[in-house]
T-cell receptor
Framework: ETGVTQTPRHLVMGMTNKKSLKCEQH?????MYWYKQSAKKPLELMFV???????ENNSVPSRFSPECPNSSHLFLHLHTLQPEDSALYLC?????????????FGPGTRLTVT | AQSVTQLDSHVSVSEGTPVLLRCNYS??????LFWYVQHPNKGLQLLLK??????LVKGINGFEAEFKKSETSFHLTKPSAHMSDAAEYFC????????????FGGGTRVLVKP
């Protein structure tokens, strides 16, 4: 596998379920990100990890819990979600956190909360 | 603070005709600028980036963009549209003093007519 992979690609869950999204990057990058993409809204940065340490949490509700066990893997644990959390969740990675480093995105997980 | 405005939410072109996607940015600092493309049900793919070198930047698939500091613009062009160019395009700004965060524009959806 190359680039950034995400699983599952689609997920339907009830508001009381617990599920996890997985992201893996095969690029040797040191920084990883979670974004939320909702219809008619710009991409929203949720979390940033650099060398496995969380460096940003953009006021994300605690029902979203990230985990970064190593520089290649990133998880987003979901618990007690709301219907408005339905969106495309994108994972990205970059070589580092400098402003000129482009980010490489995975295909996303389409989440539907019922 | 930094922001990005994509001036057209939708652009419709005929195959073989030029494409112009307009982007204006606001940044108090020397920014890096990017254009990404997102095809349906796919993640974002980098088309090109500007990082204070040449002001005319060439990207993949025949796209190019020109950085104009005096106009705070970074418009994306392609001389001849192809059916495969139908997608959503995002203009993105990043600056060190803004924490190296990517700030995304609202996107421009391109329709290519045969």
């Amino acid at each position: 596998e190359t680039g950034v992979t995400q699983t599952p690609r689609h997920l339907v869950m009830g508001m009381t379920n617990k599920k996890s999204l997985k992201c893996e990057q095969h690029l040797g990058h040191n920084a990883m990100y979670w974004y939320k993409q909702s219809a008619k809204k710009p991409l929203e940065l949720m979390f940033v990890y650099n060398f496995k340490e969380q460096t940003e949490n953009n006021s994300v509700p605690s029902r979203f819990s990230p985990e970064c066990p190593n520089s290649s893997h990133l998880f987003l644990h979901l618990h007690t979600l709301q219907p408005e959390d339905s969106a495309l969740y994108l994972c990205a990675s970059s070589q580092g956190r400098q402003e000129n480093y482009e980010q490489y995105f995975g295909p996303g997980t389409r989440l539907t909360v019922t | 603070a930094q922001s990005v405005t994509q001036l057209d939410s939708h652009v419709s072109v005929s195959e073989g005709t030029p494409v112009l996607l307009r982007c204006n940015y606001s940044s108090s600092y020397s920014p890096s600028l990017f254009w990404y493309v997102q095809h349906p049900n796919k993640g974002l793919q980098l088309l090109l980036k500007y990082t204070s070198a040449a002001t005319l930047v060439k990207g993949i698939n025949g796209f190019e963009a020109e950085f104009k500091k005096s106009e705070t613009s970074f418009h994306l062009t392609k001389p001849s549209a192809h059916m495969s160019d139908a997608a959503e395009y995002f203009c993105v700004v990043s600056a060190r003093a803004a924490g190296n965060k990517l700030t995304f524009g609202g996107g421009t959806r391109v329709l290519v007519k045969p």
